[in-house]
T-cell receptor, first 111, second 115 residues
Framework: SQQGEEDPQALSIQEGENATMNCSYK?????LQWYRQNSGRGLVHLIL?????REKHSGRLRVTLDTSKKSSSLLITASRAADTASYFC???????????FGTGTSLTVIP | GAGVSQSPSNKVTEKGKDVELRCDPI?????LYWYRQSLGQGLEFLIY????????KSGLPSDRFSAERTGGSVSTLTIQRTQQEDSAVYLC?????????????FGPGTRLTVL
């Protein structure tokens, strides 16, 4: 089964800097989603990008998708201490039934 | 207008005991997922329910794990004869189905500790 893999595993930046995290996956997908998790509990959906899209923006978030390389990146601009969390990418199978999550990137934004 | 809820929020049990974890999805969501997340790890898919279709149980790690979804709504994940390696946060998510492009809404999780 396919699974997204994020890198880096951990990232520490100063407040105001940009944070970039990457996700790679293995097979064809319908869409790729990014989620955020605080304190090891429930995840919150951030943004979805379809397989026919290359870039998408939502507030301070920018997501890119390169289906030829089977990779995606999440950019958080002008980071804030409140952005400190773990970020996961999730991909679906062609059927769209299951979602596969990577192991996540732990982001720490230092005030 | 509540989101996905799970109970209990925390469960401590002794090795060998059975536990039941409950998930109440968002009303009208036909798809329901269970995941397991061990400390510092990603989410491990366990089981998926879609409407009245047979569930996808391909992620259940052993026959000690089972899940039901009654009336297309509430779901219960049962772990029999718990082992210490079952200790993890169990997350439930629901989704409006009918499209590939819908997000999952997650509950807060149940933290299970097996002593």
């Amino acid at each position: 089964s396919q699974q997204g893999e994020e890198d880096p595993q951990a990232l520490s930046i100063q407040e105001g800097e940009n944070a970039t995290m990457n996700c790679s996956y293995k097979t064809s997908i319908n869409n790729l989603q990014w989620y955020r998790q605080n304190s090891g509990r429930g995840l919150v959906h951030l943004i979805l990008i379809r397989s026919n899209e290359r870039e998408k923006h939502s507030g301070r978030l920018r997501v890119t998708l390169d289906t030829s390389k089977k990779s995606s990146s999440l950019l958080i601009t002008a980071s804030r201490a409140a952005d400190t969390a773990s970020y996961f990418c999730a991909t679906d199978e062609d059927t769209g039934n299951q979602f596969y999550f990577g192991t996540g990137t732990s982001l720490t934004v230092i005030p | 207008g509540a989101g996905v809820s799970q109970s209990p929020s925390n469960k401590v049990t002794e090795k060998g005991k059975d536990v039941e974890l409950r998930c109440d999805p968002i009303s009208g969501h036909t798809a329901l997922y269970w995941y397991r997340q061990s400390l510092g790890q990603g989410l491990e898919f366990l089981i998926y329910f879609q409407g009245n279709s047979a569930p996808d149980k391909s992620g259940l790690p052993s026959d000690r794990f089972s899940a039901e979804r009654t009336g297309g709504s509430v779901s219960t994940l049962t772990i029999q004869r718990t082992q210490q390696e079952d200790s993890a946060v169990y997350l439930c998510a629901s989704r409006v189905s009918g499209s590939f492009y819908n997000e999952q809404f997650f509950g807060p999780g149940t933290r299970l500790t097996v002593l």
